[in-house]
């Protein structure tokens, strides 16, 4: 059989070979380093040219070679990546992933078993301009020896290519989003690929424990990993996304306070979508498909994004891209109510937060440091996110100047000048300061480093942010009827401006500083000691007492080494410290008698007082006093209960990359051009859809 199929390919080559040599149908030719033979390729005879950067196909019949794709274009959608001029086909090897003999073997045979029948390239093709798909191209040849060669030379061209990962770090949450298969996708759809692509991955998966990521990217070197992975849902992306640039931070010596520089992570990221919203990959991929994904990764398409940096009380909080108050922290707080819900948990959430009842302004106060290029660029301008956006590149480029300005800056001669008071360091008290305000009543209020497309928002959350502008827009929606915020929000669902309204406040800033106004309680709070305040206030007073005392010690000693020896004036001083200690009040003498103990040593006293003390029987309350007790401790549970509710109406949660996070005040601030992210972009001629928002009601 094995005989048969050879013979008959063989006469095949040779009766279309036009140079009727047996020969050239077996054997390939080298001129100039390049590779020449003769395949067939769709039951067409090809003289087939290979070289450092495409292959290259061509009829021998002399027959014109079609686009048979474009022929359905309007149909099917997808854009082809060959190149065709009438005669030839052409395809780059960029556009490789993999490449390897095909055989035709029985099922329960190894590959490398078989009769070889021709050369598999493997390459991908596109639809709608953002999903990629699969494509097999199979140069049909009977000679084994042919095909290796073919093989070994694409595979060291292909090997070449320095922003293809070889090896990855891979982070899987196995419950991301809805579905319960993602282990099951894992090893169904992304690793064949990565195996094809002969790209060595360490996978782990995402557990509860808090400081798991971090843990596991401190255990291992990053220097022998080409990037980093995670395959989950917004969620998981921000824990790797916190724990990766914070360790980053940690091993270039730098310390997060508010106002740093921080370093660049040497590292991509990468994200395979499983999770509800994944609205980072809808940003930078225009779409949230798994083979997608992985074929950026594959191919090294990588793009810049801006990060945000949140702090607390000048304490580094965590690094995000998205953050929302109000409407959309209350719409995630409500999320994790209805998890039992699967994929419309999102719905119900959506319609519980738009009730009169959870539907609230929250009073803040917001500062913030505009653009500089407000005028040029701005949330309203209408000008959204695309491929080779031109904002973006001059973003871009302007942070590689800084760079490299601060390096030459640096090795510049030394100036007395610039440090002296005659210099521009003198500081202008007369300069406006960059820092805006404004404070009112706010249904939602958000900040977006990414347009944040989703299902339901296809064209963005914000459609006009940039992705690596090294600014964020700041969304202010005030207090308005119900009514009129239900078309704000069916505007994220169509291509129309969602901010195109009177009640809507937009502003693109590099800093923010948010702090909610919280109303004077008119409860009790029972949870207060006057015994613990009595003690802490005492104990405040001693410590100030004695580091008086230290001062004035430090003072005897400073005074005697410059040589002034009459110190009757310190010793007035002295002495009133001596009367202030010995002369303490009653809480004093207590805290005395009872800290200033050995605590090597037993409390002999209260030792003795305990023994000395005559037996008496317990105290019994009356049966008025235990009504009483019980009425004070319902009345207690009732005040409490209503102080909850009364702080739950005039405050939200933030919504952090569908993250909850409690604490309120927050300073955030965004670096340009951090991290790199595996995707292009959306490409300008991608159709995003539309939605029409089911889940709102229609009033």
């Not at 450092?52 to 997808?78: A, C, E, P, Q, R």
């Not at 990037?227 to 921000?238: H, L």
């Not at 992985?294 to 990060?307: M, Q, S």
Request: proline share 4%; aromatic share 8%; with cysteine.
């Amino acid at each position: 059989m094995e005989e048969d199929y050879l013979e008959s390919a063989v006469q095949r080559l040779q009766l279309d070979s036009p140079r009727g040599d047996p020969d050239s149908a077996v054997l390939s030719l080298s001129w100039g380093g390049n590779l020449t033979a003769l395949f067939s390729v769709d039951g067409d005879s090809c003289d087939v040219l290979l070289t450092d950067t495409k292959i290259t196909w061509k009829s021998v019949t002399g027959s014109l070679i079609s686009n048979k794709s474009s022929k359905k274009k309007k149909k099917s959608k997808k854009q082809s990546i060959f190149r065709y001029d009438g005669h030839s086909q052409s395809l780059l090897l960029k556009d490789i992933y993999a490449v390897k003999v095909k055989r035709r073997r029985k099922a329960n045979k190894s590959e490398n078993e078989g009769i070889c029948i021709g050369m598999a390239v493997f390459t991908y093709q596109i639809t709608n301009y953002s999903k990629l798909r699969e494509r097999v191209i199979l140069f049909e040849h009977p000679s084994e020896v042919q095909c290796t060669e073919w093989v070994t030379r694409i595979e060291k061209v292909l090997n070449g290519y320095p922003q293809r990962p070889k090896r990855i770090k891979l982070f899987l949450q196995p419950y991301a989003g809805t579905s319960r298969l993602v282990r099951k996708l894992y090893k169904d759809r992304v690793v064949p690929l990565l195996e094809m692509a002969k790209i060595v991955h360490d996978t782990s998966e995402i557990t509860l424990h808090k400081d798991c990521i971090r843990k596991e990217l401190e255990q291992n070197d990053l220097g022998m990993y080409d990037c980093i992975i995670v395959m989950g849902g917004d969620g998981s992306v921000s824990k790797v996304l916190d724990a990766y640039l914070s360790l980053t931070q940690q091993v270039a010596g730098i310390e997060m306070k508010a106002g740093f520089t921080p370093h660049r992570p040497a590292l991509p990221l990468g994200v395979i979508p499983t999770g509800t919203t994944n609205h980072l990959v809808n940003s930078v991929q225009g779409i949230d498909d798994i083979t997608t994904a992985v074929f950026h990764i594959i191919f090294g398409n990588t793009h810049p994004v801006d990060v945000c940096s949140s702090y607390q009380k000048d304490k580094f909080n965590r690094w995000s891209f998205n953050l929302q108050y109000g409407f959309g922290g209350n719409i995630l707080h409500f999320t994790k109510r209805y998890t039992m819900l699967g994929q419309r948990k999102i719905d119900a959430a959506f319609l519980k937060a738009l009730t009169k009842s959870k539907l609230r302004p929250y009073e803040c106060d917001i500062k913030y440091i505009p653009s500089p290029i407000s005028a040029e660029s701005h949330p309203k301008d209408g000008v959204s996110c695309k491929t080779g956006c031109a904002i973006c590149l001059r973003a871009s480029h302007n942070t590689v100047s800084r760079q490299n300005s601060v390096y030459t800056d640096s090795l510049q001669e030394f100036d007395p000048l610039a440090n002296s008071g005659t210099s521009s360091t003198i500081i202008d008290l007369t300069k406006e300061s960059p820092w805006r305000s404004t404070k009112g009543a706010y249904l939602n209020v958000a900040l977006f480093t990414v347009p944040s497309l989703c299902e339901y928002a296809p064209q963005g959350l914000s459609k006009y942010t940039h992705l690596a502008d090294g600014y964020m827009d700041l969304v202010l929606v005030r207090n308005v009827e119900r009514k009129h915020f239900l078309r704000y929000l069916k505007r994220h669902g169509n291509s129309k401006n969602q901010f195109d309204f009177p009640f809507v406040e937009c502003h693109r800033v590099k800093e923010v500083q948010f702090r909610p106004r919280m109303n004077k309680w008119n409860h009790k709070d029972h949870k207060f000691s006057e015994i613990d305040y009595e003690m802490t206030r005492v104990s405040s007073r001693l410590a100030s007492i004695s580091e008086k005392s230290l001062e004035v010690i430090d003072d005897h000693g400073r005074h005697s080494k410059d040589g002034i020896t009459d110190i009757d004036e310190l010793s007035s001083d002295d002495e009133e410290d001596d009367d202030t200690l010995s002369r303490p009040n009653s809480a004093t003498v207590s805290l005395n008698e009872s800290n200033c103990n050995d605590p090597q040593e037993p409390n002999k006293n209260n030792t003795e007082r305990v023994q000395s003390a005559p037996a008496t029987s317990s105290y019994r309350p009356s049966l008025q006093e235990q009504i009483h007790a019980k009425y004070q401790n319902k009345l207690r549970k009732k005040e409490e209960k209503a102080k909850e509710k009364e702080e739950s109406r005039v405050k939200s949660v933030w919504n952090i990359d569908n993250e909850v996070f409690t604490e309120l005040d927050l300073d955030v601030m965004v670096h340009s051009n951090l991290l790199l992210v595996y995707g292009q972009g959306i490409h300008p001629n991608c159709d995003l859809g539309e939605n029409t928002l089911g889940c709102i009601p229609h009033f």
